[in-house]
């Protein structure tokens, strides 16, 4: 669906969903500033929201973690003033990206397991095809 019509043809849910989903694939594999520099970093704050509704509570508290060093705690969306933040917060950044990336990979929330529940319960708000 994604690669059809973007993102913005998908459902709240399906939104929350894929968001929650590449910040704890990418983030675990390459860390928050790799993240945050990505497309996918364009969701964080979508990817916030999925992971308290999934009940992923822990993992969600080290994402706005690494959200609150930027001002306000969220990213532009635009990719050029998403990347000029990310440059002006990195100095006050790392040490927090670096700690939140160990926290990140240790966690063990069972997102997989609390994905499938989430889609379960709102089967009439995903295209499953």
Partial sequence: KIQRRGMT???????RFHASYQLS???RRQGFEAYFG???????????????EIGAIRTAAVVERAL???PGGELPADPDRRRA???????RGRPVW????????????????LLVEYV?????????R
């Fill in 9 to 15: 043809a998908l459902s709240a849910a399906e939104s």
């Fill in 25 to 27: 694939t990418e983030a």
């Fill in 38 to 52: 990505s497309p996918a970093g364009e969701y964080a704050g979508i990817a916030r929201e999925g992971l308290l």
């Fill in 68 to 70: 609150a060093v930027f």
């Fill in 85 to 91: 933040v990310i440059a002006e917060s990195v100095v």
């Fill in 98 to 113: 670096s700690k939140c990336d160990e926290e990140i990979r240790r966690m063990n929330e069972r997102l997989g397991r």
């Fill in 120 to 128: 379960k319960q709102r089967k009439g708000e995903f295209e499953l």
